[in-house]
């Protein structure tokens, strides 16, 4: 295996574009089939929907849920992926959950930038 040195200017995670994309691929791949790139100035952001912006810029995934900024590293876009998917996605009308378990869904929020520093 050739190994890669992290000050390679075109890494996922050093590439805001291409990170997104792969977060992109990623979402469709947990049922968000229609979502915006845009990219410029640094970073990138998507839309995935009309409540759910996700910025990519400095190394992160930045989102807003309910209120709080939630980042999650820009080199685990199937991780963000989750995460988003975890709090965004709407039950279909045929899953079978426990009355408990709609009563309290799973929350997951990953570490903003001021918890990191």
Known sequence: MLSVRTDTPNL???????????????LHRQGFTHTYQSNGNGMSVLS?????TVWCKHGLFIWNEDGVESSHPADDPVGA??????????????DDLSEEEADHPVRTFAATDSERD
């Not at 995935?48 to 759910?52: A, I, N, S």
């Not at 995460?83 to 045929?94: C, Q, T």
């Open 12 to 26: 996922p995670w050093r590439d805001p574009r291409e990170a997104t994309r792969l977060l992109r691929y990623a």
């Open 48 to 52: 995935v929907l009309t409540d759910l």
């Open 81 to 94: 992926a989750r995460l988003i998917s975890r709090h965004y996605r709407r039950p279909a009308p045929d």
